[in-house]
């Protein structure tokens, strides 16, 4: 039998909730340092991937004093890749003397292994470099319930843009520009006509360069390579809308989007319906630092200011709290939908339940809770849900077609509306913290919201006493937090 090994992941101090994990604390109880759910594919398989989680952690607390934005992104990207090269020199050594086929991260300091046995996993999680090995698991999208519609079926603005007061802070020429907003999701389709012009990739004239602005974490390893965006779903096409779709005061009919000024570009962290572990992970990376279409050549400047996660699995799963921590370290802002789980209370997902993670809850046209929204408490953070977007009966992009709208409900719908309102701030100041952000978010919130379907008390707290465990802080207010955060 293998030993337990009990560790403390680093702070990253000062940042937004700043969290630690122990990794050792993700194995399942009572399996020491390999996880049950691996034990019980190797007995039904023999033969499996996993990640071998590595025993330490980079140490990113001095990120935030590095001036300048570019700074410092490439200061946590070289923190990450250089302690994965050092702490992963012998075991890589190791596992090429057996002939083992591997991947490595530096995201989360893991290391992939293809096609692995029992007698191997043992070994490799009884080593003192090792901290646990962990499953590849498919997390779910937040999937929502879809009614594809006819181009003719249009609003001058929609509903839920109007409801946050989007289009208020347009009439004063902020429609986010110069921000760049990214989602790790199904992909887009970057042809459809309510997103082409905000594709970080479009040249002009037809002209399209991909590099840096596209990743698929399969392409040049299965054969099948995607060198441009694609979304096989259509889950992707509509939150990239939601956060920018249309053209504000434009000539467009069809205003979807929260901030249309701003700037796209995506990474297929899911490959359907589901998201593996693995895609998820190279997303990660690609978003911190995005590379060529070959992976090659990383350039930090190009990374977004603002990553919509739309995705996500039971609570409590410490797995991407690494992957969180180093895109506030880079000062990247992570937003993640509540969950799909409710009505019933304890029911958020991870990662929107981490302390350093916003997460978003769903609201209809009439301002009450959809009944599908996750709710708090929550596993890492007791107060969650921390906002409430319109998440029922959202229409945006779709994946078949260029000119093709879909009707979608659920928390998947909400969180994009929190990323658009952040491009909006940004804008309005470009010098903005994460905290600063979230506190402008947080007190410019409305409150009043109508009574949810039962149960209507979570954790003890009334929704309509605030903070609660089912509206968060209350439903954004794009106007409002923009004026708050104007220099």
Not at 12 to 38: M, N, T
Not at 177 to 185: E, F, L, P, R, S
Not at 320 to 334: C, D, K, L, R, T
Not at 413 to 436: C, E, F, K, R, Y
Request: glycine letters at 10%; charged letters at 20%.
């Amino acid at each position: 039998m293998v030993k337990r090994l009990s560790l403390r992941t680093p702070l990253v101090a000062g940042l937004l909730f700043a969290a630690a994990a122990s990794r050792a604390g993700a194995a399942a109880p009572g399996s020491q340092r390999v996880e049950s759910f691996v034990l019980d594919q190797l007995s039904a398989k023999g033969r499996i991937n996993v990640f071998v989680m590595m025993a330490t952690e980079a140490d990113l607390r001095s990120a935030e004093s590095v001036r300048g934005r570019v700074a410092r992104r490439q200061f946590v990207h070289d923190a990450l890749t250089n302690h994965a090269t050092r702490s992963q020199k012998a075991i890589r050594a190791y596992l090429d003397r057996r002939g083992i086929q591997y991947h490595p991260f530096w995201i989360n300091n893991s290391v992939y292994l293809y096609n692995v046995d029992r007698d191997l996993v043992e070994k490799l999680a009884g080593r003192a470099d090792v901290a646990y090995v962990r499953g590849d698991h498919a997390l779910p999208l937040v999937e929502p319930v879809k009614v594809v519609v006819s181009p003719d079926a249009t609003d001058a603005i929609e509903w839920n843009i109007t409801k946050v007061n989007a289009d208020k802070v347009w009439a004063t020429g902020n429609t986010g520009q110069g921000i760049v907003v990214a989602n790790n999701d199904t992909g887009v389709r970057y042809t459809h006509e309510d997103l082409v012009q905000q594709y970080r990739g479009n040249n002009g004239g037809g002209s399209f360069s991909h590099d840096y602005n596209w990743w698929d974490p399969k392409s040049g390893m299965s054969g099948s390579e995607t060198n441009a965006p694609v979304d096989g779903i259509g889950h992707g096409s509509h939150t990239m809308g939601t956060m920018l779709g249309g053209d504000g005061t434009g000539p467009l009919t069809n205003d979807i989007g929260v901030a249309p000024g701003a700037k796209w570009i995506a990474a297929k962290g899911c490959q359907t319906n589901s998201c593996s572990d693995f895609d998820l992970d190279s997303a990660a990376e690609w978003l911190t630092c995005p590379t060529k279409l070959d992976g090659t050549s990383p350039d930090c400047s190009k990374a977004p200011d603002i990553i919509n996660n739309s995705w996500g699995g039971g609570g409590g799963d410490p797995f991407y709290q690494s992957q969180v921590n180093a895109w506030i370290a880079a000062g990247i802002i992570p937003v993640f939908s509540a969950g799909n789980s409710g009505p019933s209370c304890n029911s958020m997902g991870s990662p929107g339940d981490y302390k350093n993670t916003i997460s978003a809850a769903a609201t209809n046209i009439s301002d009450v809770l959809a009944f599908f929204s996750s709710r708090g408490p929550g596993v890492f953070r007791k107060q969650k849900p921390d906002l409430s977007a319109p998440g029922d009966n959202v229409r945006s992009a779709w994946n078949t077609g260029d000119n093709v709208y879909a009707f979608l409900s659920g928390t998947s719908m909400a969180a994009p509306h929190v990323s658009g309102t952040i491009a909006l701030m940004l804008h309005a100041n470009p010098a903005a913290q994460i905290l600063d952000l979230y506190k402008a978010l947080r007190t410019t919130t409305v409150r009043t919201l109508g009574n949810p379907p039962d149960p209507d008390v979570c954790g003890g707290k009334s929704y309509n006493v605030y903070p609660n465990y089912i509206y968060g802080w209350g439903r954004i207010d794009a106007e409002a937090a923009v004026n708050a955060i104007a220099p």
